[in-house]
Each structure stands twice: as structure tokens, then as C-alpha cells.
């Protein structure tokens, strides 16, 4: 519990809090999960740092606006108190903004889920991130990894895929290497179109700024001062998933995403991000957050088309 002394000086404390207190009482109705104490000039707040500072701040401006007109009435306290909150609030969503888009769209966290990405991004070094399809876990995480590059916290990006099939048997794609390989990368690269101007991407992707590139590709590699994205982790195998954690250089930041229900391997294969979300848990800089159907944001059908799979695969396993 945090606890913060305000003191009111040079002016008289029945002039700020009102006769019999009736000035703090109406603040104190707003601010129920504090527990203020008056004694004379002093007040002595108690409660989470967030209410107590807002709490602050509404007595700042009572007393400003007392000497300014001489006079302070329970409609002046009502607004102010409604002006702090206002205040408050836009600073959250200020806050909650990752990037702005190329038009002027803002990129924000928009589930609790999201949210928690966000601030666990923020205190530790790695994150796992699983869940459903649609559930904004790559773009959460690109959005977090360009606003790291605009910030200057790191130097480059580096997002990669395992180059799995999905399912399907592709056989012979032409073109050179790249024209091979940029069909399992087009997700990220759509991601990071929204978020940079395409003149921009180019000549960070030119200079090696933004590096996007198959899984097989880091191996060998000490990645530092990055901002590294390991997507569809689900498709990385155990010794795959290790070599690529194990890159892990001074000042960077990993984040691994993936569905734990939509394993493209061969049957022999395990998932190595199941592995490692077990036996990575619990250690100090590494967080796991799990998103679910509440956190997708594409096409409505899509809750229930994922609700209806977990349901079936749920009775399988009843019937098993």
C-alpha cells in the first residue's frame, strides 16, 4: 500500500476541504479505495500508487482554482474531480498506443491479453506468446518490435518462420531463394507494410535493419541488440526451438509466437514451443502469456469456428 502526506499551505484547510469536510467527503466518494485521514494542514492518503496520485492531482487544482477565485464550491469539485479522471484516462490510452500506422492509424493493444504482451515485454528479456489464430499475437509483437526500433532501444529487427508446410505439398515453386521462401514469410511482411512506409521498409531491409529470414537461417548466429521475432513457433522442433533461443545476444529482446493446435510437422515430430513453454516457466526474465478465442480480432465466425475445434478435439479426447 502506497501512503503520500499532501499539505495544504498558506491557506485555510476548512476553505479547501469545506465546512465539516464536505469538500473531502465528495472527493473521498470518488476515490473509494482510498482511505485519507485530515489532520489540520495535513492530509495522509493511503492507498495504490495510481488513486493516490489522482488523488493528488484533484486537490493541486481545488487549491489552484481557490486562489485564483477566492472560492471553491461542491460543483467546482465535481468538475475538477471529472477533469482529473478525463486526464487520466487519455493518458492510458496514450499509453496503450505501440505505433502509429502509415495513414495515421494508431496501433494499439486492443484485448487484456494484448495488454499483458505489452507489459511483459516491457520487464523481461523473452516471451512466449500462444494462442489462437486471429488472436494478435504476431502483430502484437511486430508492432512491439518496430516500436522498439523508432524508439532506439534496439538496432534491428529479425523475424523468422519455421518453412513448414501447412498441410499442404507445394512441390517445385520457381524463382530464386528468396521468391521460395517469401510465401511462408508474407504474414510478417504484411505487418510491418501497415506499420512503415514502403520506401522506409525497403531501406531498412536493404541495409539489414529489418532482417526477415527462414528459422534455418540463425543458426550460427549471435543476435544482439535486436528485437527478434520467432513466429508459428509451433513448427519448430525441439532442437530447432533451442538453437534459435540460444542465439539470444547482450540487450535484446525475444519474443516466440505460435498456436499449440495447429502443429504442421510430420506425426515423428514434436512441437518444440510446447517443450519449451514447460521447462522454461518459472525462470526469472522469461514471461508466458496465453491468449484465447476472447482475444481475436478478425471476423466474428472466427470465436466460434475456434470454440467449435476445441470443443471436438475436447470429445475425442473424453471418447480416447
Do not use: W
Not at 485564483?68 to 496514450?94: L, P, W
Not at 520487464?123 to 494462442?131: C, H, K, R, S, Y
Amino acid at each position: 500500500m502506497h501512503e503520500k502526506i499532501i499539505e495544504i499551505k498558506g491557506i485555510n484547510p476548512v476553505d479547501i476541504l469545506g465546512a465539516n469536510n464536505a469538500n473531502l467527503k465528495q472527493l473521498q466518494a470518488h476515490f473509494s479505495r482510498l482511505k485519507i485521514i485530515n489532520r489540520g494542514n495535513f492530509l495522509k492518503v493511503l492507498g495504490n500508487d495510481e488513486d493516490t496520485k489522482l488523488f493528488e492531482e484533484a486537490i493541486q487544482l481545488i487549491i489552484r482554482h481557490f486562489e485564483r477565485y477566492n472560492n471553491i464550491t461542491q460543483s467546482n469539485i465535481q468538475n475538477i474531480r471529472n477533469a482529473t479522471s478525463r486526464v487520466h484516462e487519455d493518458d492510458k490510452k496514450k499509453d496503450d498506443v505501440l505505433v502509429f500506422r502509415n495513414k495515421g492509424l494508431k496501433v494499439s493493444a486492443r484485448t487484456p491479453n494484448q495488454r499483458k504482451m505489452v507489459e511483459a515485454i516491457a520487464d523481461n528479456d523473452m516471451l512466449f506468446a500462444v494462442g489462437p489464430a486471429g488472436s494478435g499475437k504476431t502483430y502484437t509483437a511486430v508492432a512491439l518490435a518496430v516500436r522498439a526500433l523508432k524508439n532506439k532501444e534496439v538496432r534491428k529487427i529479425i523475424l523468422t518462420r519455421p518453412a513448414v508446410e501447412a498441410g499442404e505439398n507445394l512441390g517445385f515453386l520457381p524463382g530464386d531463394l528468396k521468391d521460395k521462401l517469401d510465401p511462408y514469410l508474407q504474414p510478417l511482411y504484411d505487418a510491418l507494410r501497415d506499420m512503415i512506409t514502403p520506401e522506409k521498409l525497403e531501406e531498412y531491409i536493404e541495409h539489414n535493419v529489418i532482417q526477415i529470414a527462414p528459422l534455418a537461417y540463425m543458426r550460427g548466429r549471435t543476435l544482439d541488440k535486436a528485437f527478434v521475432i520467432l513466429d508459428e513457433g509451433q513448427n519448430a522442433t525441439e532442437s530447432q526451438i533451442k538453437m534459435f533461443l540460444t542465439r539470444m545476444g547482450e540487450s535484446a529482446k525475444f519474443i516466440v509466437t505460435g498456436d499449440p493446435t495447429q502443429v504442421d510437422l510430420p506425426f515423428n515430430q514434436k512441437s518444440g514451443l510446447r517443450i519449451a513453454t514447460n521447462i522454461l516457466k518459472g525462470i526469472k526474465g522469461i514471461a508466458i502469456v496465453e491468449l484465447n478465442e476472447q482475444d481475436v480480432v478478425r471476423h466474428r465466425l472466427v470465436k466460434h469456428i475456434i470454440k467449435a475445434f476445441k470443443s471436438n478435439a475436447q470429445r475425442k479426447k473424453e471418447i480416447k
